[in-house]
């Protein structure tokens, strides 16, 4: 168990929808990642935050958003939700400081749009 | 471009023999590197990582990963494979480029070890 939770595990949709999936991280942790996980994409980066702030963006659609909180848990929210959204959707969290490179993944939300 | 890559989609292993799973990386400046595994319907869980010292790295379950910076590679190794190592192993590298610290991941390895 990394310490990283995220709710929900499942999430069945049709498309056109729009969902929001939730992170908290480790106790401590102040920045967050969100990762997509496809057949056809891999694993990629989509959005990190930082003590509340937008730190770096990947290849995320404009269909989707985040944000951190100041208790730091993590929000993504998808919108307008295509076929193609389908996925696993990962969250990790890293500590501040020296071990800032070490990242904790959650068990991540699969998502299936029909 | 910072990029990892992991050029067997699928390793098979006999039970009890050594396993090597690949992977080369491209960045600039020093190389933070990393192994995740991926057991089905599970989170990554993190193996080890290179950042800097001994070349040989040693990990959770056994594992084991050597950098060679002259062929820029990253590859994970364990002497004896089980059969509960099967699973999805990914290498990754830190993008340290614009203050964000994202994974870089490589595309992944399915390991299938038989008994």
């Known amino acids: 168990d990394s310490g990283v939770t995220q709710t929900p595990k499942h999430l069945i949709t049709a498309t056109g929808q729009r969902v929001t999936l939730r992170c908290s991280p480790r106790?401590?942790?102040?920045?967050v990642y969100w990762y997509q996980q496809s057949l056809d994409q891999g694993l990629q980066f989509l959005i990190q935050y930082y003590n509340g702030e937008e730190r770096a963006k990947g290849n995320i659609l404009e269909r989707f958003s985040a944000q951190q909180f100041p208790d730091l848990h993590s929000e993504l929210n998808l919108s307008s939700l295509e076929l193609g959204d389908s996925a696993l959707y990962f969250c990790?969290?890293?500590?501040?400081?020296?071990?800032?490179?070490?990242?904790?993944f959650g068990p991540g939300t699969r998502l299936t749009v029909t | 471009a910072q990029s990892v890559a992991q050029p067997e989609d699928q390793v098979n292993v006999a039970e009890g023999n050594p396993l090597t799973v690949k992977c080369t990386y491209s960045v600039s400046g020093n190389p933070y590197l990393f192994w995740y595994v991926q057991y089905p319907n599970r989170g990554l869980q993190f193996l080890l990582k290179y950042i800097t010292g001994d070349n040989l790295v040693k990990g959770s379950y056994g594992f084991e990963a050597e950098f060679n910076k002259s062929q820029t590679s990253f590859h994970l190794k364990k002497p004896s494979a089980l059969v509960s190592d099967s699973a999805l192993y990914f290498c990754?590298?830190?993008?340290?480029?614009?203050?964000?610290?994202?994974?870089?991941f490589g595309q992944g390895t399915e390991l299938s070890v038989k008994p």
């Open positions: 990790a969290s890293s500590p501040a400081g020296g071990r800032a490179y070490e990242q904790y």
């Open positions: 990754a590298v830190r993008d340290w480029r614009n203050q964000g610290g994202k994974l870089i």
């Open positions: 106790s401590g942790d102040l920045s």
